[in-house]
């Protein structure tokens, strides 16, 4: 999908909600946990019922991967059966030498047909450019993450490269600008956590025009106002993340109706924040 | 497989040897080609000719992935064909979230036994422990890689965090740090690209327990005799990879006796540095 689609569609919407189908049996509603094909039945039903308030679906890759087999031919389905004006994401964080990055694009770009896939940066640029090079496919680098461990290396804070540029500036600010050279903002986003709403101002310093991915809106305490007064630019630039909120809503046989509910929420706060 | 276990095997062998099954279709034999389980035939064949010669295995998930399902299955029948007194590694590059790094954990230790998984620090402490938390399985945490781009974030130099502790020293070097402190050296690895045989005496004074996981010796590169004078500690403390050269060291009907002979050529090296 191209940038300028995408940005269409959040338009056309009124959203850049993307949901998140970090689909794990032992969550599902119990009447569904017995079916033959329980993690693709259940994905259905929530994409049926959200689809029409969001822009993407975020696959988590380790939830089908935990799964065996069955699991990984679940995600295939799952990926076929999202309507192809939805923006696919492969949550998969993946990133190794420049040989292997090429085999993981073609596992999620080619045997699959995601749009995205999330990226590691820790190996520097070699492991983020494989995944640069597919037509209308995007990387979706970790920059700044919503969870504790965040604080252990993302924000520690550098001396400077051999240029001595960076002085001073977080790890996660150094990540920031080095990969934004690596690509340009029509082939490449970021992660950044919700949780810290404060530093949406100096990101958009660093990058001002990327669509940033931002987890961590709901069960991970990030607030949506806050993102979106300071994180959006004037194509809104933001895709905004809620999984366990969303699909386990409800419990029981009208789960798919509750996780239209609080997806409904979410459009409409949405709309008025892109007014 | 316990520390324990692991020395016995180098010790009996008189080798430190990890075959890298990177397997890929485009580049087995023609005549493997068109088997109908042609990445579990070509793995076989690598297993049965070098088992006696080495301690581990590493499979490389990239590749396996990027055949689809199909690749998943090779993956999962190639994990129970190793013999268990071998050390299965699963280079994976897995990390994220901490409920998302059970997922995978258990992907890789329940779902399939793997013995150890390699994984990305960037996300911090939450992001690795869930792999700690398996009885007798290792996490290999990235270090140093052997890769161009380990210049880029790996080699940078940090002002120091909070504590000010860790003033002036590369990224990896943080990271051994703080990742040694979060397990113990039976239950963390740490992987170290072998081209940089000069830092393994600085990184031996970081973390001089721990088994390293060398990959990067062979085609990137890499010194056997160097890493080895540098990196061996009491208990040898290296598992050193080679995949495409020794897999891929023969193309025709013959090729594992063609491996074999390159893994022989390592591990009668290997037995003279043990001594």
Request: aromatic share 12%; with cysteine; hydrophobic share 40%.
């Amino acid at each position: 999908m191209t940038r300028k689609q995408l940005t269409q569609h959040i338009r056309q919407k009124q959203s850049y909600l993307c949901v998140g189908l970090d689909t794990d049996l032992t969550k599902i509603p119990k009447h569904l946990q017995s079916h033959p094909d329980a993690a693709f039945e259940f994905n259905k039903q929530i994409i049926d019922a959200t689809q029409d308030l969001c822009v993407a679906y975020k696959i988590n890759t380790a939830f089908y991967e935990a799964m065996g087999l069955k699991g990984w031919e679940a995600m295939e389905k799952t990926v076929n059966y999202i309507p192809k004006d939805q923006f696919i994401i492969a949550d998969a964080k993946r990133g190794d030498i420049g040989n292997t990055s090429s085999q993981y694009a073609k596992a999620f770009f080619e045997m699959m047909d995601f749009d995205a896939i999330t990226v590691a940066p820790y190996m520097g640029e070699d492991s983020v450019k494989p995944f640069l090079e597919f037509e209308n496919k995007w990387a979706i680098v970790l920059g700044l993450t919503s969870n504790a461990g965040s604080k252990d290396f993302e924000q520690l804070k550098f001396v400077g490269d051999d240029n001595n540029t960076g002085s001073g500036e977080f790890l996660y600010q150094t990540v920031l600008k080095k990969v934004s050279s690596w690509g340009n903002a029509e082939n490449l986003m970021f992660v950044i956590g919700a949780t810290k709403a404060s530093d949406f101002e100096d990101i958009r310093k660093i990058i001002p025009d990327h669509f940033l991915l931002v987890p961590g809106v709901g069960f991970q305490g990030g607030s949506l106002e806050e993102v979106s007064k300071y994180g959006m630019n004037k194509d809104c630039g933001l895709l905004v993340n809620a999984s366990r909120a969303i699909i386990y809503a409800g419990e029981k046989e009208d789960f798919a109706a509750e996780a239209r509910v609080i997806a409904q929420q979410y459009q409409s706060e949405m709309a008025g924040y892109l007014k």
